[in-house]
């Protein structure tokens, strides 16, 4: 088994807001990404899938069709977006770092079906990143 | 679902690689320039890893503004500039990466109980690096 990883860049907005609680339990819980004007970020996606090596082409994974299927699915969606206002699965969840791990390996997932996703990892910022491995 | 969120940090520390138990000469031969009387420094990083399920209400693991407290008060000001040999826990044992990520690993474990912590990570320069994850 070999794992690979191909890294890609987007760039988008986002805010955090629960419509269940008060504006000050907004305001309590999420702080300055609160503001409903939205921030942005630049935003680094790591892409991990796992296989044996095919013995002719020495791939795990075709790399292009990798690429492929991430701007396709991911980036055309994501990129210099706000992420609330524009991406579907973000008009009812918080575009966390965490839901967008869990989003973009549901993007993934039904794609990649001649290799197997191992972790989705999203850097929000260099200091803080979340991954998802498609755990319940 | 389940997700991992990581955090890195920063704190600057000297020490001195020196064990009461060897000869002189088998202090240098193991530590070699670590074993300098006086001591050196580097600039640590850390990084926190902690799991958990998404909650539906915050798209959080955990709130990041808890962990960072957290890692602020009982990490970054127990050891940021710092001599880790002068510590309590270094009293007896030598201050090396592979201890000093087994330290913060179980003050983080005992005291951070909104996630549940999976790793510790330091990167005592940007050559080398450390990992905990507790005894299995």
Known sequence: MVYLTRKAEFSASHFYHNPAFTPEENQRIFGKCNNPNGHGHNYTLEVTVKGAVDPKSGFVVDLKQLKDVMNREVLDALDHRFLNKEVPEFFTRIPTTENLAIAIWQRLAPKLTATKLHRVRVYETPDLFADFYGEA | ?136
């Open chain 2, 1 to 136: 679902m389940k997700a991992h969120l990581t955090r890195r940090y920063m704190f600057s520390a000297s020490h001195r690689l020196h064990s009461d138990e060897m000869s002189a000469d088998e202090n240098r031969a193991t530590y070699g320039k670590c074993n300098n009387p006086y001591g050196h420094g580097h600039n640590y990083m850390v990084e926190v890893t902690v799991s958990g399920r998404v909650d539906d209400q915050t798209g959080m693991v955990c709130n990041l503004p808890d962990l960072d407290s957290f890692v602020h008060s009982q990490i970054l000001e127990r050891y940021d500039h710092q001599n880790l040999n002068l510590l309590a826990e270094f009293a007896k044992q030598v201050p090396t990466t592979e201890n000093l990520c087994i330290a913060i690993y179980e003050i983080v474990k005992r005291g951070f109980l909104k996630a549940h912590l999976e790793k510790v990570r330091i990167e005592e320069t940007m050559m080398n690096s450390f990992e905990y994850s507790g005894d299995l």
